[in-house]
């Protein structure tokens, strides 16, 4: 993979308490860290797997919850009301 492309790049530790991003900008590398005070990431279980995440995908991660939920409300479409 090309860490110059316009892709955040995840890693966990062995405890998973805490993930590091790097994050290519025009002028260097952007290095982000998050650490959780209480609790643990649910980081995948297969430590040489590369996954792609999706927005929603890395929200959940960053808000404790694991990358793939069981099920989620199905969005509506909107209809006329008369």
Do not use: H, Y
């Not at 995840?10 to 952007?30: N, V």
């Not at 995440?53 to 808000?63: H, K, N």
């Amino acid at each position: 993979l090309d860490p110059f492309e316009n892709s955040l790049f995840l890693f966990c530790g062995r405890k998973t308490s805490s993930i590091k991003g790097i994050l290519w900008e025009e002028d260097g590398f952007l290095l982000l860290t998050k650490r959780l005070d209480e609790g643990k990431f649910q980081w995948p279980k297969n430590n040489d797997e590369v996954l792609l995440l999706s927005e929603q995908q890395l929200r959940w991660l960053l808000e404790g919850l694991g990358i793939e939920q069981k099920c989620s409300i199905r969005k509506s479409r909107a209809t006329k009301i008369m």
